[in-house]
């Protein structure tokens, strides 16, 4: 039994009837569950209540960027539903992180309320194009102190990026970070990838790993085999 487990799993489905055969497989004891746009849309707040009975903690990814009032709401009503952790742009700025706080902190529940800086499929040219002149780097601990500021938990972060972060944000701010595959598996359409150890060891609090084992022939044994080695 783990009481925080670490790895949050990316459930990239199209459909809820795909999603709950996989997740059948697994124990919410082990992991949490990460479910994004294409699932949310595609199931609704249901199958949230569905997994949150079976006892999963979820991760609602809907990364909400619109005016304040707005993404207030859609916090407050996100945070209703029993989340475990949900997220915002923090290029919303922080009048617009303050209302998902207080959005958040309406609805009674507690979940961790995290922001994206610069998405990670963004370069150089990507952000001078939409006229950030700083480095990528620059703009992401940019951003992450001003989430900070704007009394939010935690970013998510490349792993990369997470000593640096980690060091300016303080031990009890949360990073989140994707980009995570076990040395024995393929690294898929990533780029710059870390072990689940060296994740941890580079600061990160959660990794969210999605192909490794959701493509996995056996997800549970793949599940118990990284547990077991980020306990070593
Ligand atoms: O299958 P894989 O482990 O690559 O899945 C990673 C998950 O994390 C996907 O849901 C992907 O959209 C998400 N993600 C990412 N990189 C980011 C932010 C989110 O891979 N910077």
């Known amino acids: ?4 487990p670490k790895i949050v799993i990316a459930l990239d ?4 009837q795909v999603a709950l055969n996989f997740v059948q497989q697994l124990d919410p004891k082990l992991c949490r569950l990460k479910i994004g746009k294409e699932l949310f849309t595609a199931a609704g707040p249901q199958l949230i209540e569905t997994l949150i009975s079976k006892g999963f903690g979820i991760f609602l990814d809907l990364k ?11 916090c407050e009503a996100a945070s209703r539903l029993g989340v475990w952790m949900l997220n915002v742009h923090a290029s919303g700025g922080s ?10 902190d309406r609805s009674g529940q507690k979940p961790l309320l995290i922001a994206v800086t610069v998405l990670t499929s963004m370069n150089q040219s990507m952000l001078n194009e939409v006229g950030v002149t700083g ?5 992401v601990l940019k951003l992450s102190l001003l989430t900070k500021k704007s009394g939010l ?3 998510v972060c490349s792993a990369q990026e997470a000593p640096v972060l980690r060091k300016a944000l303080g031990d009890d701010f949360c990073l989140v970070t994707p980009g995570i595959r076990p040395s024995d598996t393929n690294i898929d359409d990533q780029s710059r990838v870390v072990t689940p150890s060296q994740g941890l060891a580079l ?3 959660y990794l969210v790993i999605g192909r490794p084992i959701t ?6 044994e793949t599940l118990i085999k990284i547990n077991r080695e980020l306990m070593l």
């Open 64 to 74: 909400f960027h619109d005016i304040p009032t707005t993404v207030g709401k859609a």
């Open 13 to 16: 489905y199209p459909s809820p």
């Open 135 to 139: 480095s990528v780097a620059a703009q």
């Open 95 to 104: 009048g617009m992180m303050e209302a998902a706080r207080e959005g958040v």
């Open 203 to 205: 600061g990160s609090s």
């Open 153 to 155: 938990d935690g970013v």
């Open 1 to 4: 039994m783990i009481d925080d």
């Open 215 to 220: 493509q996995s022939p056996t997800p549970l």
